[in-house]
Structure formats: C-alpha cells, structure tokens
C-alpha cells in the first residue's frame, strides 16, 4: 500500500523521476507575473512548452499577485497534493470570480483538508491491483492502465490518484517502467494498454519514445496502446510536430483527455488538438463531474456539442471519486441523472458520453444507466414500458 497522502512529506514538485530538461537545465529560470496585465500579455503561442511550463504558479501567494480573492492556504494543502498551474490555465480564469469553473478546478482551498470519513487515500483499490514490482494496475480481464509519471503540468484540486500525483516519496522510476513491460510481455491477454499517471505527455519525446517502444517491442499484437493526458487541455502546446511524430511512430491509437468545461475549448487547444487529429490519432474526453463547474444542463450540453464539434468524442463522465478532501466538490447521483436526462435526446448522438460511477474497493467502472425503457407490473400483468426524452410514454411489450 502507499503511504497515506496526509501523512506524507511536503510534495517537491520538481522531484520528477525521469528528468525533464526543464529541470535539468532552467531551475533559475522560474518567472513570477506580479500583474494581471502581466500575465495575460504573455504569448503562450509564442514560447515553447517548457518555457511555459516553468512559468507555472505554485502557490496561493503566486495566484493573489494575479488574481482577486485568492484565499490563503496553510501548507498542509500541499502536502496533499502540489499547486501547479500553467500560465495558460491561469489565463482562462476570472480574475474577480473565485467561483469561476477553471478557478474551481485548480486554485488551492483551504477546506480540502475537510477529509471525511469515506475519503480513503486509495479508494479505487488501484495499489491493491498492482502486480508485485510493477506500476500496472490489472483490474479488468484484458487491458491494464499503465502509470509512467507521477507528476502533471497542472494539478487539479479534485484528482483521483492524490495518494500518489506530486508526492516525492512515489516516483515510479524506470526499474518499475522495466518491470510493467515484462510483465505485459508475460500475459499476452492483455491487448489494451492505458498509459497514464500523473501526465504521460510530461515525458520528453525521447523518455515518451523509449516507453511506448519498449511496450511496442514487447507486445507487437497489442491491439489497443492509449494515453490520458490532461495535458492537452493544461498546455496545449506540448503537442508539437515532434511529438506527433513519436506518436505516430509507436502506433498510439487514442488519446483521452480531460476538458471540464466549454471555457477550456480554445483556439490553441483547438489548434493543437487538430494536429493529433490530422496524424490520425482518436480524440476522446473524460470530464468529471464537479460541482460548481459543470453540474449544469446547459453547461453540460455546450461542453460535449463543442467537444464532438471538434473532433473529440466525449468517452466518460465520472462521478466524483471519494480522494481525500474531494466532498466539496460531489455532485449526488440524482444530479447526475438529471444532467443525463437533460442532455440525452437534447444534444447529437455522438455527443453523449456514457456517465460513470468508478469502482470502489476496485470494481470497476459502472455506467449510470437511466431506464428509459422499464418493466411494470399492471393489474398483474408484466408490461414493458419506453419513456422518451420529453417524457412521453409508449407500450413495447412487444418486445417481452
Ligand atoms: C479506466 C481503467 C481502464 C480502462 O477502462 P475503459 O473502460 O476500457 O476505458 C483500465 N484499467 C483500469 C484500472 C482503469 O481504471
Ligand atoms: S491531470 Fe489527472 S492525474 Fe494530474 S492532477 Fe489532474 S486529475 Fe490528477
């Protein structure tokens, strides 16, 4: 098992296991906006992605020099999970608004240390399902996630994986990266690999190259071989023609991304996105459900119509997982179903996503399934009755 998350040491956020050359060779280099001006003449467009990257905030005291109404935070936050946020995230926030839906995501609050009862470090099982050695998690039959990187260009207050993301004393080094790919090399029923993390795509070209080579190598019939990277959506430049091309190369089927709301949907993440597109590389997208952010019907069918508009399928919502500190931000499961009921039959049919509740204890993730077609018992008599989206009724016991 991993430590637990609150009592583990103050998070390092530079302490990245494979080096960055961002690391390796610009430490002095960190630059600190002290304007709102300031920030927002900076040209994302016109710097590298490691430039970038190293302008990020890293503190509520980074964020007030910026921003109105930042709320002070006590270290402890921290030790939970590091603040980072890009200047192209900080960009899209509201500079007056702290309940804007990008400030909710990624600016540091005290009240995540309200950790409750049911807020478990590790409550998809996921260190339980880890092959001795390896940083596989192997909880379904025939595909297996595969986590290269502890570390994210931005952190999101309400992440999953807070038990391991950012925290120093969770490297996964590449003896552990060796050990996986043995591992798919031993079971060859895998044919599905996820890579994730932390961020896959926070790996240089040539760490990202070794590994998907590496899987490639070992496993040439693998059907399947994706990456989750928020990446896209955090710092939309990282996608560069380099990058492509070593996707490209190794045969990457899919990458899923995160996008939470239609603010996020820029010009340059729309840029950026289209080259991956144009490589042939799928686009898919997993929002997670946030209060605040998107548990809004109209909300909710702007995102997925501007996902789908451009090219990426929207994949999964996620309920909220139970991570330490994470119940400020849970919608219930009759919200959840009234967001369902409210886009279904409202929006095109590629526009849906399949609604989730992920496993705890590791079960696996389980679809909402609203019941528009139903089983009564009437005067005794079993009938099959189809409710549509406007909540009109049709008799199908036909199909019985
Ligand atoms: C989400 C997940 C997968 C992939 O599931 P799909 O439904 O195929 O996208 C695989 N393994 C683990 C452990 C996961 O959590
Ligand atoms: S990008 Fe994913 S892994 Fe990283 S902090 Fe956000 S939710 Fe967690």
New binding site residues.
Partial sequence: MATSTVQRQPAATNADPIPLKLVETQPAQRYHFNTHDELMAFDVAGHSWRETLAKSFQSDKDLAKVLHGVRPVEDDVYKVIAARITPYVAQLMDKNDPNCPIRIQYVPEQDEMHIAPHEMGDQ?A?DD?MPEGTSL?H??PN???FLVHNICGAYCRHCTRKRMVSDPLNVIDMARIRRSVEYLRDHPEVQ?V?LSGGDPLLLTDSKLDEILSMIREARPDLKILRIGSRLLAQLPTRVTPELVDVLVKNRVTLINTQVNHPREITPLFIKHTTMLRRAGVMLGNQSVMIKGVNDDVEVMRDLVMDLVSNGIRPYYVYSMDPAPGNSKFMVSYDRMLEIYHGIRGWVSGPAIPTFIV?GIGGL??MPVQPEYVKKTVQDGETKLIATNFEGRTADVSYLL
Wanted: charged share 45%; aromatic share 8%.
């Fill in positions: 998809l996921e399902m998690v909880r379904y595909r297996v996630l599905d996820l992920d696996g993730k």
